[in-house]
Nanobody, 122 residues
């Protein structure tokens, strides 16, 4: 059983910062890409940032220069440092990871966390 557990969400004023963390646990043989997505009320879930196993990153245009994604492979953890937060960043943030389902299979399955609320007040 694989679990992704996010933490670090909360209420912050515009211009402030938050750091999200997501820890993967369970039967994990290897992790490929990890990422953060978000979903605001009435909107579709969208990619925020993604990082490969080799630490290559990509970001949504709306967060470039403000958010930084990083990972600690030994801890099976991905982070999202969010600076200069805006009211439009308010959403539920979800962690995602592509996890190898059996040793040496090279078959990866996408797993999701339960989400953590980020609310930015203006």
């Amino acid at each position: 059983q694989v679990q992704l557990v996010e933490s670090g969400g909360g209420l912050v004023q515009a211009g402030g910062s938050l750091r999200l963390s997501c820890v993967a646990s369970g039967s994990i043989f290897s992790i490929n890409a990890m990422g953060w997505y978000r979903q605001a009320p009435g909107k579709q879930r969208e990619l925020v940032a993604r990082i490969t196993s080799g630490s290559s990153t990509n970001y949504a245009d709306s967060v470039k220069g403000r958010f930084t994604i990083s990972r600690d492979n030994a801890k099976k953890t991905v982070y999202l440092q969010m600076n200069s937060l805006k009211s439009e960043d308010t959403a539920v943030y979800y962690c995602n990871a592509d996890i190898e389902i059996a040793y040496g299979s090279r078959v990866f399955r996408a797993y999701w966390g339960q989400g953590t609320q980020v609310t930015v007040s203006s």
